[in-house]
């Protein structure tokens, strides 16, 4: 079975200082590669994704994620965070058996936190 | 704007009463849904996947009659918690997507349903 590890549960980054968030992912085959943010009491917001093609995916507000085979890794990266990208962050996979999809595999979350 | 639109945000029942929540897609048709449920402070755990016009599919150990989904049409589909109790106390998220290619397609989510069992 398919599973997803997100080793930070908190991270704190000061605004304006780049971003990396760990997603390490466990499946036979390549997956589908989801990120989400869900801010306080919300639904998930889809930052970006990955199936095939090139591996440095872009996403909204200014995110992106790098898909490396060789680590079953897919990290989120923001070259400079802004205070409005306090929340929680989520890595999935998404995965096809012969009923058809079988629904999002999410890590636990990392809790981003912003200090000015 | 929103394109999957859950509702209720919020609700507060009684233990031993049941809850309706309602999923839909406002501009495209959902042929799949999903329901996960989240804890305070854990990951989203998926309940169950719907195909328009057929039984959900459970997860293991996910309770298939005490969490009843309906996905009667491409728009709309439903989880109704029968004879709720306090640990049923959670928040409640779907999302839908459309065609077989799911993963292809955007995979929308609601803003979820906060659910307090008194």
């Known amino acids: 079975a398919q599973s997803v590890t997100q080793p930070d549960i908190h991270i704190t980054v000061s605004e304006g200082a780049s971003l990396e968030l760990r997603c390490n992912y466990s499946?036979?085959?390549?997956?589908?590669l989801f990120w989400y943010v869900q801010s306080p009491g919300q639904g998930l917001q889809l930052l970006l994704k990955y199936f095939s093609g090139d591996t440095l995916v872009q996403g909204i507000k200014g995110f992106e994620a790098e898909f490396k085979r060789s680590q079953s890794s897919f990290n989120l990266r923001k070259p400079s965070v802004h205070w409005s990208d306090a929340a929680e962050y989520f890595c999935a996979v998404g995965t096809y058996s012969g009923g058809g999809a079988d629904g999002l595999t999410f890590g636990k979350g990392t809790h981003l936190i912003i200090q000015p | 704007g929103a394109v999957v639109s859950q509702h209720p945000s919020r609700v507060i029942c009684k233990s031993g009463t049941s809850v309706k929540i309602e999923c839909r897609s406002l501009d495209f048709q959902a042929t799949t849904m999903f329901w996960y449920r989240q804890f305070p402070k854990k990951s989203l755990m998926l309940m169950a996947t719907?195909?328009?016009?057929?039984?959900?599919?459970?997860e293991q150990g996910v309770e298939k009659d005490k969490f009843l989904i309906n996905h009667a049409s491409l728009t709309l589909s439903t989880l109704t918690v029968t004879s709720a109790h306090p640990e049923d106390s959670s928040f409640y998220i779907c999302s839908a997507g459309t065609g077989p290619a799911i993963y292809n397609s955007p995979l929308h989510f609601g803003n979820g349903t906060r659910l307090t069992v008194t």
């Open positions: 719907s195909n328009e016009g057929s039984k959900a599919t459970y």
């Open positions: 499946y036979g085959a390549t997956p589908y």
